[in-house]
């Protein structure tokens, strides 16, 4: 099944989509990658929807990514004696070690890596940053704090410290569980939630091993200051929009979102964009147009992929969500200024090597009849670096391996093709032709690029770019072998 546009959509599969007509349904609807969410359910139910995805992938003959979201750790205050309080601005309240029930005064905050980080002036948001408060005064087992917006705190809820960077792995033993789990399952990439600092991927890279790519999620200020670093370290990112517009101000996040697009453009890592972009879809069949012009702006941005959440987890309209974001991206890419825009914001890195070179000299093929362009790949590295450059014709990832082309069923443009490994050119062309005529990228009349390395099923070898013609007939002229 060939997709008539080339950003990416994500699902989130939840007790919404949860049996094999639905997930089916999503697909054929537009979603290329499903992401089951480890805050929610058990591995057991993890594992069924895992297991109903890769029936769905084996009956469409089409590889199709999967994401695990790591949950991160969880902060939250304790409980109350009364289940709930009214805090009032400009009262005083105290967070302490305490497990005694909490009251209007004060309540536990059972987290001692925050006392220890705290400094005077440093703000702390409970609840999605509905209620915020001051701190004046701190030590290592409490925090005496203003309360700057007021409003109902009760049990449990969350706690954010925007303001400093935590003593805090991002993984917890849960995660821990979870990651091997995931690994051991199959999945494809794993989103790393709470990340500060580039030695959080490092961790969940060693502890991965090679099993499962690493997206970083970032959704914290320390994320966001330290992007550089991170992104280096990183196989793909995630722009949370929710955790940062509670940790940040809520406007700064536009001007964020598209710094962080652009950067990982640049790196030739997928980005996705996230959260609440069809948010009013979880109870109405159709969208708000501030919701189809923000999807429609991460588009235009140059995103690999655009995610939804609530909407296909729990949301009563799961496969009108999936089709909006599906007709939505068809639009866009047709707009005749999505092309300059996208050129626009192209970022151009100096001392980029011949490989990287030769993956960016195939991006204007508008002047030729060539349709597409066809990288073999083991890593997915090459198809990578075809799409950075967001070209005009569609590309096409061969690959031997299944592993590699699931993976890159999250990048930008790519149609992924499992072909056999191959140990001459000649036969790689050969391939490349019959795959494009196959899915309807090309006829006999057409050319394609062909891009590949020799010796072939090397990893990093990119060495060759010829113009083939579709006619298999006239594949001898390409390159005498």
Request: charged fraction near 25%; proline fraction near 6%.
């Amino acid at each position: 099944m060939r997709r008539l546009r080339n950003v990416k959509i994500v699902a989130t599969l939840g007790p919404a989509s949860n049996d094999y007509q639905m997930i089916r349904g999503l697909f054929e609807a537009g979603a290329d990658v499903f992401r089951l969410n480890m805050s929610h359910g058990t591995h057991d139910d993890i594992r069924k929807r895992h297991e109903i995805i890769r029936k769905v992938e084996a009956d469409v003959n089409r590889p199709i990514a999967i994401l695990a979201d790591l949950q991160g750790p969880k902060l939250r205050v304790g409980v109350f004696a009364n289940s709930s309080e009214e805090l009032e601005e400009g009262a005083t309240f105290r967070m302490d070690l305490s497990p005694a029930p909490g009251d209007a005064k004060r309540v536990q905050l059972p987290h001692p890596e925050i006392f220890a980080a705290l400094e005077p002036g440093a703000s702390l948001l409970v609840n999605d940053g509905k209620i915020r408060l001051k701190v004046n005064e701190c030590g290592t087992d409490f925090a005496n704090c203003t309360v700057t917006v007021g409003g109902t705190i009760s049990n449990r809820k969350g706690v954010n410290v925007p303001d400093v960077v935590l003593p805090l792995a991002a993984l917890s033993d849960k995660d821990r569980g979870d990651l091997e789990f995931a690994c051991e399952l199959g999945v494809d990439w794993l989103a790393l939630s709470f990340v500060q600092r580039p030695e959080d991927v490092t961790e969940a890279r060693h502890l991965a091993r090679g099993r499962a790519a690493i997206l970083s999620k970032i959704e914290k200020p320390a994320a966001v200051k330290a992007y550089d670093a991170i992104l280096q370290v990183s196989d793909g990112i995630m722009v949370a929009r929710g955790d940062l517009g509670v940790e940040l101000p809520v406007y700064s996040v536009p001007p964020i979102q598209k710094r962080l697009v652009r950067g990982a453009r640049a790196a030739a890592k997928p980005v996705i964009v996230a959260t609440q972009m069809l948010e009013s879809m979880i109870e109405s069949p159709v969208p708000t147009r501030a919701e189809v012009s923000d999807v429609a702006t991460a588009i235009y941005e140059g995103a690999d992929a655009v995610m939804l959440s609530a909407e296909s987890a729990a949301g009563k309209y799961p496969i009108e969500a999936v089709t909006t974001m599906n007709n939505v991206a068809m639009s866009v890419e047709k707009d005749p200024t999505f092309r300059s825009v996208i050129e626009a914001s192209r970022v151009v890195r100096p001392g980029i090597d011949c490989r990287r070179d030769r993956c960016r000299r195939p991006r204007d093929c508008r002047a030729t009849n060539i349709k597409a362009i066809c990288c073999f790949s083991q890593s997915g590295t090459t198809a990578s670096l075809v799409a950075r450059e967001r070209p005009h014709v569609p590309i096409m990832a061969l690959t031997p391996l299944m592993s590699t082309a699931r993976r890159m069923a999250l990048t930008w443009g790519a149609h992924c093709v499992i072909t056999e490994p191959q140990d001459r050119f000649k036969g790689a062309v050969l391939a490349a032709v019959r795959a494009a005529r196959d899915a309807g990228f090309a006829t006999t009349e057409d050319q394609i690029v062909v891009t590949a390395g020799v010796p072939f099923n090397v990893k990093g070898t990119t060495n060759i770019l010829r113009v083939a013609p579709c006619d298999e007939r006239l594949i001898s002229r390409v390159d005498p072998e």
